[in-house]
C-alpha cells in the first residue's frame, strides 16, 4: 500500500500533461457548459437532462479514428435515446419496470461480443437506465429528447475535435507505444550487468510484452481500420503507417535483444563485453525517447570498441558478441526510421495490411456462439441480471430511501467477469468512495455554494483524467462532486452521506458473492490457452523457416504468424494474471504453470531472434534441427492437453546448456512426462 502511495504524485504529473487532461477537460465542459447555460435561463430539469446525457456519451468515446467515432457517435446517441424512453415508460408499473431494466442489463452486456466499443456503450446504457430509476422523469418523451441532445452536444465537439485533428489517437498511441518500448530495452539492459541481481526479471519482462502487445494491437485499429485514411495516402498518412510498422519490426528485435543471461554473463565474464553491451542499449532507450547527435556519437563509439574486441575473444565469445552487435545496430537502424520516417517509397501491398486487423465477432459471424451457457460474456450477463434484479426489488420493496438506486449502480459498475477483477474494482470503490465522502462532508461545512460548485466541477475532471488510469482516485474525486452537487441541489446532507455509504458497501459485498454466481473461471482454461499458443508459436516457427532476403510474400506471412502468437501469449498472460487471484489458485501448481508460460515466452523471442537471421539469409539451424523442433511442438501441443496443472509435482532440473529453440522444447517436454 505504502508503494502505491509513492506512485501517487508520478502518475498525478504524468496525467496532468498528457492528452487524458485534455480530454478530460473537454468532457468536463462538455458535461458542466449545458447544465449552467440551462440554469441561468430558468430550465433546470432540461440542464440536469442534457447533462445526464453529455455525462454518459462521453465515457463511451474511446480511443479511435473519424470512421469509428462517427459510428459510435450515432449508434450511441440512438441507444441511449431509447433506453431513456424505454425506462423511464416502464416505471408507471413496478414489474414493468423491473422486467424492463433486466432484459436491458441482459442485452446491453451481451453486446460487448462486438467489440470494446460496443462493450463500453452497453454498460453506459445500463448506467443510464440506473440514473433513470433514480431521477424519475414524469415525461417519459421529453426526457428521451433532453438525452439525445446531450449526447448530440458531446459528439458535435468530439467530431470537431477529430475532425482538425484526425490522427490525435493515433499519435497518442505510437507515442505511448515508443515509452513502453523503450521501458523494454531498459529492462534487458539489466540482464547485461555483470552482478545485477535477476529476481523478478521474467516476471517485469512478460508484463512490458504483454503491455506492447495491447498498444501494438490499438495501433493497428487506429491505422488500418480507418479506410479513409488508407485511401488517401497522404503526407501524414504515410508517416504514421511508415512509423507503425518501424514499431511493429523494432518490437521484434527488442524481444530478439533476450538471452540466457546468466549463461551469458558467465561466458562473457572478465572480457569487457558486457558493461559496453548494457551501456549500448541504455544509450538506444535514450535515443528511442528522444534522439540526438551526441547519444548517437556515443553509440557509434561504443560499437566500434566492440568490433575492434571481437579479435581477442574465444570463437565462441566472438559469435555471441558479434550476434549482439549486429541487432543493436538494426534496433538502431528502426529507431532512425520512427523518427525519420521515408515517405518516398510507395507500398503498393498497402491494402493488405489490413490482414493485421483482429476481426470482430460480427466479422467472423461468430456471435451465435456466445449466447451459451459456456460463453463467458453470456454468464457475465446472466449474472449482472441476477444481480440487477435482486437490487431492484430491494430498491422498489425494502428501501424507501431517496438515493437506493445507488446500489444498483454501484453493482454495474464494479462487477466485473473475471473474481480478480471484480475484487481489485471492488476495493477502489470502496476505499475512494468513504475518503471521498469524508472530505466531501469537511467541503461542505465552507459556506460558499459559488466555491463548492467550482470545487466539484474540478472533482468531475479529475473523475475524467483517472478514470481509466487509476480508478480509485477516480471514484475520490467524482463522490466529491456528487456530495458537494446533491447537497447544494437537494439539502439533506446526513441521508446523501449515509445513502452513499450504506448502498456503496451493500453493492460491494453483493457483487464479490455473485462472482459464484454463474462464474467465470480462468483456471480450466489454461490447458486450452496453452495449446493455442503452441500451435501460435509453431505457425510463427514455421514461417520464419521460410524467410528469404528480400521475399516480401514471406515477410507479410510471417509478420502475421508474429502477430498472432503475440495476441495468444498476452490471452495467456492475462488468464493466468486472473487466475493467481481466484479462490481455488492454491491447489494449482504455479511452479509449472509459470515455467511453461516463461518457455513458451521464451521460444517466441529466440524464434524472433531466428527470423531476423534467416531475414538477413544467415542459416542457423539444419534441416534437420528444423524438422525435429517441429517434432518436439507437436508432440507438446499433445502432451499439453492432458497435463494436470494441479499436480504438485517436483520440476526437472534446468541444466546448464545454454537456451536455444531446441533446448527450450527439451525443457517443455521434460515439464509435461
Avoid at 94 to 111: D, N, Q, R
Avoid at 188 to 198: D, F, N
Avoid at 258 to 274: I, V
Avoid at 313 to 331: G, H, Y
Amino acid at each position: 500500500m505504502r508503494f502505491e502511495l509513492q506512485k501517487i504524485p508520478k502518475l498525478l504529473w504524468e496525467i496532468i500533461k498528457s492528452e487524458h487532461a485534455v480530454d478530460a477537460l473537454r468532457n468536463t465542459l462538455a458535461v458542466i457548459i449545458p447544465i449552467i447555460f440551462f440554469f441561468y435561463i430558468g430550465w433546470p430539469t432540461t440542464g440536469i437532462g442534457v447533462g445526464i446525457g453529455a455525462l454518459m456519451i462521453c465515457m463511451t468515446d474511446l480511443p479511435g479514428n473519424r470512421t469509428e467515432k462517427f459510428k459510435a457517435a450515432w449508434i450511441s446517441t440512438l441507444i441511449f435515446a431509447v433506453v431513456a424512453f424505454v425506462t423511464s415508460w416502464s416505471a408507471q408499473s413496478t414489474l414493468m419496470m423491473i422486467f424492463t431494466v433486466v432484459a436491458l442489463t441482459f442485452l446491453l452486456t451481451m453486446v460487448g461480443v462486438l467489440g470494446q466499443r460496443m462493450s463500453a456503450i452497453g454498460l453506459m446504457g445500463i448506467i443510464l437506465a440506473t440514473f433513470t430509476i433514480g431521477l424519475k422523469p414524469k415525461n417519459p418523451l421529453l426526457y428521451a429528447n433532453y438525452i439525445f441532445l446531450g449526447g448530440v452536444w458531446y459528439y458535435v465537439i468530439s467530431l470537431l475535435q477529430i475532425y482538425f485533428f484526425p490522427y490525435r489517437s493515433l499519435n497518442r498511441a505510437i507515442s505511448q507505444t515508443i515509452r513502453q518500448t523503450a521501458d523494454l530495452l531498459w529492462l534487458r539492459s539489466k540482464g547485461y550487468h555483470p552482478t545485477e541481481s535477476l529476481a523478478g526479471f521474467n516476471s517485469q519482462n512478460i508484463r512490458l510484452h504483454l503491455k506492447l502487445a495491447n498498444q501494438h494491437e490499438l495501433i493497428r485499429q487506429l491505422l488500418l481500420s480507418d479506410k479513409r485514411t488508407m485511401q488517401q495516402r497522404d503526407t501524414k498518412a504515410q508517416i504514421l503507417l511508415e512509423k507503425s510498422i518501424s514499431l511493429i519490426d523494432l518490437y521484434e528485435q527488442v524481444s530478439a535483444v533476450h538471452y540466457d543471461y546468466p549463461y551469458l554473463r558467465k561466458k562473457l565474464a572478465h572480457t569487457g563485453a558486457l558493461p559496453l553491451i548494457k551501456a549500448g542499449i541504455e544509450i538506444m532507450a535514450k535515443m528511442l525517447r528522444k534522439p540526438s547527435q551526441a547519444l548517437f556519437e556515443q553509440f557509434e563509439d561504443i560499437k566500434v570498441v566492440l568490433r575492434k574486441g571481437v579479435g581477442s575473444l574465444t570463437d565462441e565469445q566472438a559469435a555471441i558478441v558479434s550476434q549482439i552487435v549486429a541487432n543493436m545496430e538494426m534496433i538502431f537502424d528502426l529507431i532512425s526510421a520512427i523518427h525519420m520516417p521515408n515517405v518516398v517509397k510507395q507500398h503498393d501491398y498497402i491494402d493488405r495490411y489490413t490482414d493485421f486487423l483482429t476481426a470482430t465477432p460480427v466479422q467472423a459471424t461468430a456471435i451465435k456462439k456466445h449466447f451459451s451457457i459456456n460463453a463467458a460474456t453470456f454468464r457475465f450477463s446472466l449474472r449482472l441480471s441476477a444481480l440487477s434484479l435482486a437490487a431492484l426489488l430491494f430498491i422498489n420493496w425494502l428501501s424507501p430511501q431517496h438515493y437506493s438506486y445507488w446500489l444498483l449502480l454501484t453493482m454495474v459498475i464494479v462487477s466485473k467477469p473475471s473474481y480478480g477483477q471484480t475484487l481489485k474494482r471492488n476495493v477502489e470503490r470502496l476505499s475512494g468512495t468513504l475518503v471521498g465522502l469524508l472530505l466531501g462532508w469537511g467541503l461542505t461545512q465552507i459556506h460558499d455554494l459559488p466555491l463548492q460548485l467550482s470545487i466539484s466541477a474540478v472533482g468531475l475532471f479529475g473523475f475524467f483524467a483517472f478514470n481509466r488510469v487509476a480508478y480509485g482516485i477516480s471514484v475520490f474525486c467524482i463522490t466529491i462532486a456528487v456530495i458537494l452537487c446533491l447537497n447544494a441541489y437537494d439539502g439533506n446532507l446526513w441521508q446523501l452521506l449515509s445513502d452513499r455509504a450504506i448502498f456503496t458497501v451493500g453493492g460491494v459485498l453483493l457483487c464479490v458473492l455473485a462472482t459464484f454466481l454463474f462464474p467465470i473461471w480462468n483456471a480450466p482454461r489454461l490447458g486450452d490457452l496453452f495449446t493455442q499458443v503452441i500451435d501460435a508459436n509453431l505457425d510463427y516457427f514455421k514461417a520464419a523457416c521460410a524467410l528469404a532476403p528480400f521475399d516480401l510474400e514471406k515477410l507479410h506471412e510471417s509478420r502475421l504468424a508474429r502477430k498472432q502468437s503475440h495476441r495468444h501469449l498476452a490471452q495467456l498472460s492475462e488468464a493466468i494474471q486472473a487466475a493467481e487471484k481466484e479462490p481455488l489458485r492454491k491447489k494449482l501448481n504455479w511452479r509449472l504453470i509459470k515455467r511453461m508460460q516463461l518457455l513458451n515466452f521464451q521460444f517466441n523471442v529466440l524464434n524472433a531472434n531466428f527470423a531476423s537471421s534467416q531475414k538477413q539469409g544467415l542459416t542457423l539451424l539444419s534441416i534437420e534441427e528444423i524438422s525435429n523442433i517441429e517434432g518436439d511442438l507437436l508432440q507438446l501441443r499433445n502432451r499439453i492437453k492432458f497435463t494436470d496443472w494441479t499436480n504438485q509435482k517436483p520440476l526437472p532440473e534446468k541444466g546448464e546448456k545454454p537456451l536455444n529453440l531446441q533446448e527450450v522444447c527439451r525443457r517443455m517436454l521434460a515439464l509435461t512426462n
